[in-house]
């Protein structure tokens, strides 16, 4: 059995909001969906939706994409929709926990590294995870588990990469470079003073944090 379009987003609506049309169209201006056009959705008997489309749905209501998969092959979409909502409970709870755990200061971990695996420019002052690092804390100010999610990362494997012990792939430095508003990274590992470098480059602040 296959369940539309219309009838996965009008149960989630009903389960997530029930009569409260006026929050749900406030919240869905958070994610510049105009209210026409989801309500409007919720008349489509189309079975799929673009990727991108179904991924900003489910978004909104904090549901990884791959959530709509769940509900688009449900057998008993009420009963579909009960478990997706108690294991996005789950999940948050278990993100809660994660986020409560104090991580030690990564710049004092990664002197305890000699070198970085990243580092092939004996001319460069900063490497990769010196930039990470400093992008967290001293710019967007998040925690360790936050950044984890921006990455799409578990929480173990960006704590290696920001205190050098694993080395970037090319789209999380693609990514760096976006935050910190240069495509050369060089603008910042060679730099004589990294905080100075930054902000001199970011004087305008810095762009919100994109998916990768």
Known sequence: MSQTVGEILTTLRQWIYQDDLDTFRAEL???????????????????????ETERLLMGFYGLPASDFERL?????????????????????????????????????VARRFHGHPDSTDPAAKYSYADLLRFLRTACLERSVVEMAQLL???PLIYWQKE????PFAPAQLDWLGAMLGTD????????????????NRNAGGFMTAPLI
Do not use: C
């Open 29 to 51: 201006t958070l994610f510049d969906l105009p209210d026409w056009y989801y309500l409007n959705l919720e008349h489509s008997q189309a079975h799929r939706l673009k990727p």
């Open 72 to 108: 688009r092959t449900a057998d008993d979409l009420s009963l579909a929709m009960e478990q997706v909502l108690t294991d996005s409970v789950l999940r948050h709870e278990a993100e809660l926990r994660l986020a409560m755990i104090k991580w030690p200061d990564s710049a004092q």
């Open 152 to 154: 799409d990362l578990p």
């Open 163 to 166: 205190t050098g012990q694993s």
């Open 184 to 199: 050369d990274l060089k603008t910042y590992t060679h730099a004589t003073d990294l905080a100075t470098a930054v902000r």
